[in-house]
């Protein structure tokens, strides 16, 4: 993963997924960290048959994807909260502006590469693809927020404008 003039934060090998995302047991569906830097962060969501979400035959509904790319951006800024000595923060998935399902589900044994790429603002782009072939499967902008305190720091959409937040009462 590249990114042009992106450092490369860290080349040891990176922490347990879980340690990074503010989710427990079955509900952490990506299987690790690939790849990070300060703008970007690679994952891996192995597709099996006692996967959360799979059906019958073990396959997992594309739309899934949403969930898989905002872990991954979870742990992108569980890595960057963990780099600063800060606390992993949980988030919250506001909705998506754009979405392309290539395919209509991943299949039992297939391994995913979920990239999450911060490329303007406060937006991030995030793409899925599978590992084996390196063929495009989702892509999405995601409109995310970060917690802060008993306030939600909103991340603009992607036209950069925000959600109307309720007035606050004086």
Same mark, same amino acid.
């Given at each position: 993963m590249t990114t042009p003039g992106a450092r490369r934060v860290s080349t040891s090998r990176f922490p347990p997924v879980a340690e990074v995302l503010p989710h427990a047991g079955r509900m952490v569906l990506l299987s690790g960290v690939l790849?990070?830097?300060?703008?970007?962060?690679?994952c891996a969501a192995q597709i *099996? !048959? *006692?996967?959360?979400?799979? +059906?019958?035959?073990?396959?997992?509904?594309?739309?899934?994807?949403?969930?898989?790319?905002?872990?991954?951006i979870a742990a992108h800024g569980g890595l960057r909260a963990r780099a600063a000595g800060d606390p992993v923060v949980p988030g919250v998935l506001l909705g998506t502006r754009s979405l392309v399902l290539h395919v209509p589900r991943f299949t039992a044994g297939q391994r995913l590469r979920i990239t999450a790429t911060h490329v303007w603002g406060e937006h991030d782009f995030f793409s899925v693809r599978d590992e084996a072939t390196d063929t495009m499967l989702v892509e999405a902008t995601l409109t995310v927020a970060r917690m802060s305190g008993e306030d939600t720091a909103v991340v603009p959409s992607v036209s950069g404008t925000?959600? +109307? !937040?309720?007035? !606050?009462?004086?």
């Amino acid at each position: 993963m590249t990114t042009p003039g992106a450092r490369r934060v860290s080349t040891s090998r990176f922490p347990p997924v879980a340690e990074v995302l503010p989710h427990a047991g079955r509900m952490v569906l990506l299987s690790g960290v690939l790849a990070h830097t300060e703008t970007a962060t690679m994952c891996a969501a192995q597709i *099996d !048959r *006692d996967t959360m979400f799979a +059906d019958a035959d073990g396959g997992v509904p594309a739309w899934v994807a949403l969930e898989y790319m905002a872990q991954c951006i979870a742990a992108h800024g569980g890595l960057r909260a963990r780099a600063a000595g800060d606390p992993v923060v949980p988030g919250v998935l506001l909705g998506t502006r754009s979405l392309v399902l290539h395919v209509p589900r991943f299949t039992a044994g297939q391994r995913l590469r979920i990239t999450a790429t911060h490329v303007w603002g406060e937006h991030d782009f995030f793409s899925v693809r599978d590992e084996a072939t390196d063929t495009m499967l989702v892509e999405a902008t995601l409109t995310v927020a970060r917690m802060s305190g008993e306030d939600t720091a909103v991340v603009p959409s992607v036209s950069g404008t925000e959600p +109307d !937040r309720p007035a !606050r009462p004086t």
